[in-house]
């Protein structure tokens, strides 16, 4: 009865009934939008970025008198041919089959430097090749030896094609500069430890001394990253391979629109990170194989003061389809974090090595300081880790005592559909501190096989396990 006068009352407001039936349709809709996932965020970030775009024209470099002999150095010949295609509008500067010998290749606008298979560009040895540029050494930003490849204030550059970028380092050339007797250092040689190397880059750090006035170089012993666009826009690194690189491998500093796409790095000398964007927004990692002396891939945003100084925040950072082999860990924040981390996405990457540390981690300190902020990651498949699937340490430590008065935060973390056949050590090993606890970690369908213990945790609140398995046995929440 009633249902029958709910009809006839709607037959006889036609023009009501569908205002009402529309309104609950807009009501689902809205809600529907309030419901986004951090995912969509992902797609936003891909759609926006874009590759460059270059001229059809092309400037061979043995035009520009290179020798493709791997002893003749071909400063000089890259210049030219840099100079010439950029002043004419842009193009493809083409580095042809062979061996090129070199010093460092700075790029400049609407360039893209492309190595045909086969060809190989080596680096040289000799550091009076390197002039003194504006670069960046373990996230505190100095005159020093200028990167391989660097581009400062530049748009539309690319480094791409088949060929091969040889640094070179070994436990002769770069590598003893560490100071470890693995790379080649011995009693009585220089290292980056001695008092004008890096104790004297944080002093002038600390005190504010503008980055024009650290001038480094000779006598120092710090050394030059491998892929360095300092202050750049719309970058792209795609399909070449690089090996033997002196420190860092790609690092994107200050840069937005950043694309590193099927690069393989196989570099195993010290501090060899495979990617290191720093102070950047909106970058692209995908279809990459690291395998490093370092972390795959550690998303920086300075250390210490100097972060503080800077304030730019790594953002937007998506890696996809990548694969970890050798490494402290796949895919790593930190520990030079110090403006601070938000919004990264990992999808669909393979990590799996006896020499990879960890899976995930983030770490850093109270001399840090910084917050990281959104780490999501999913589809993940870890064959074998060392110590631990997911690591979150804010009492990281190297080079002494790094206590200080900068309480860090790390929070909302993600890890979804994640498969593990061995983790190590630990599933979760999370360190906060009282007064700043690790907060709103989730693990949503996380099957983790086999593992010493399943986690290890000191101030961590808001953990939170969804049809999660850990050595067999379905996980429940902290009470």
């Excluded at 490494?327 to 990264?344: C, D, L």
Aim: aromatic share 8%; with cysteine; glycine share 10%.
């Amino acid at each position: 009865m009633k249902r029958e006068l709910v009809l006839k009352f709607f037959r006889k407001v036609p023009l009501l009934s569908t205002v009402l039936l529309l309104s609950i349709v807009s009501c689902k809709e809205v809600s529907k939008k309030k419901e986004n996932t951090p995912w969509d965020k992902m797609t936003e970030i891909i759609k926006n970025v874009k590759e460059p775009i270059f001229l059809d024209k092309t400037y061979s470099v043995v035009d520009f008198g290179a020798v493709p002999d791997g002893e003749v150095k071909n400063t000089e010949a890259f210049k030219k041919a840099i100079t010439t295609c950029s002043e004419n509008g842009g193009g493809v500067v083409l580095v042809p089959k062979g061996k090129y010998l070199t010093g460092p290749i700075h790029l400049e606008n609407d360039v893209n430097l492309h190595l045909e298979e086969g060809a190989e560009i080596l680096f040289s040895t000799d550091v009076e090749d390197y002039p003194i540029v504006m670069t960046s050494y373990e996230g505190v930003e100095v005159m020093n030896y200028s990167p391989l490849i660097y581009a400062k204030d530049k748009k539309n550059i690319a480094v791409t094609g088949k060929g091969v970028l040889n640094g070179q380092g070994s436990n002769k050339y770069w590598w003893s500069w560490c100071g470890s007797k693995k790379y080649g250092w011995e009693e009585g040689m220089p290292r980056q430890k001695d008092s004008l190397g890096i104790p004297m880059l944080m002093d002038l750090s600390d005190r504010g001394v503008p980055v024009v006035e650290r001038i480094f170089g000779d006598g120092h012993y710090l050394r030059p990253t491998f892929f360095e666009p300092f202050n750049c826009e719309t970058v792209m690194i795609q399909g070449v391979k690089i090996i033997n690189a002196p420190f860092w491998v790609i690092h994107p500093t200050r840069s937005t629109n950043v694309i590193v796409d099927g690069v393989t790095v196989n570099s195993h000398g010290p501090n060899n990170d495979g990617c290191d964007p720093e102070y950047s927004k909106n970058v692209i990692i995908k279809n990459c194989v690291f395998n490093t002396g370092d972390d795959c891939i550690a998303i920086k945003a300075g250390r210490d003061a100097d972060g503080r100084r800077v304030a730019i925040k790594s953002e937007n950072i998506v890696v996809q389809n990548c694969k970890m082999i050798d490494g402290h860990g796949g895919v790593v924040i930190g520990s030079e974090m110090s403006a601070g981390v938000t919004n990264v996405f990992v999808e669909d990457c393979e990590m799996n090595s006896p020499n990879l540390d960890r899976a995930i981690r983030i770490k850093t300190n109270t001399r840090r300081g910084g917050v990281v902020d959104g780490v999501y990651v999913r589809n993940l498949k870890v064959g074998q880790v060392r110590e631990a699937v997911l690591k979150l340490n804010m009492h990281y430590a190297i080079y002494g005592d790094q206590k200080g008065d900068f309480m860090p935060t790390i929070q909302n973390v993600l890890l979804e559909n994640i498969e593990v056949e061995n983790g190590g050590k630990y599933g979760i090993l999370a360190k906060g501190y009282e007064e700043s606890p690790i907060k709103n970690i989730t693990l949503n369908n996380v099957n983790i096989k086999k593992v010493d213990e399943i986690s290890s945790i000191e101030h961590v609140v808001g953990l939170k396990y969804i049809n999660t398995y850990i050595n067999g046995s379905l996980m429940e929440n902290p009470k």
